[in-house]
């Protein structure tokens, strides 16, 4: 049994197609080709531009902050209100000291 790989199939390719192609026969002479170049073809309109690409872990990264995006506000609120009571606790000891 073949190893199983998340690689996608390549697609297959589609073999170009031959152009009229006119025999050779010795009796016949050929007429020379014409050599003078095409008139150039209209501007191709310009392709979009792709997305660069990402890495798993870049991908799971930006996936885990738009989950958790809630959590930094809160751990925010959390550390202001820690610091808060880290000041009122300072400010209560000098109060506390002073009366007594």
């Not at 190893?3 to 009796?27: F, G, M």
């Not at 990264?61 to 925010?76: H, V």
Request: charged fraction near 20%; glycine fraction near 2%; avoid cysteine.
């Amino acid at each position: 049994m073949a190893k199983k790989t998340n690689r996608p199939k390549a697609k297959s390719t589609a073999k170009p197609t031959k152009s009229a192609v006119t025999p050779v026969n010795s009796d016949i002479e050929s007429a020379p080709l014409d050599t003078t170049p095409a008139a150039p073809a209209a501007p191709a309109a310009p392709r979009t531009p792709r997305a660069p690409k990402i890495s798993r872990s870049q991908a799971a990264a930006e996936r885990l902050e738009d989950e958790y995006a809630y959590i930094t506000g809160d751990l925010r609120r959390v550390f202001i209100l820690a610091a808060l009571m880290f000041a009122l606790l300072i400010v209560a000891n000098l109060v506390f000291t002073m009366i007594g």
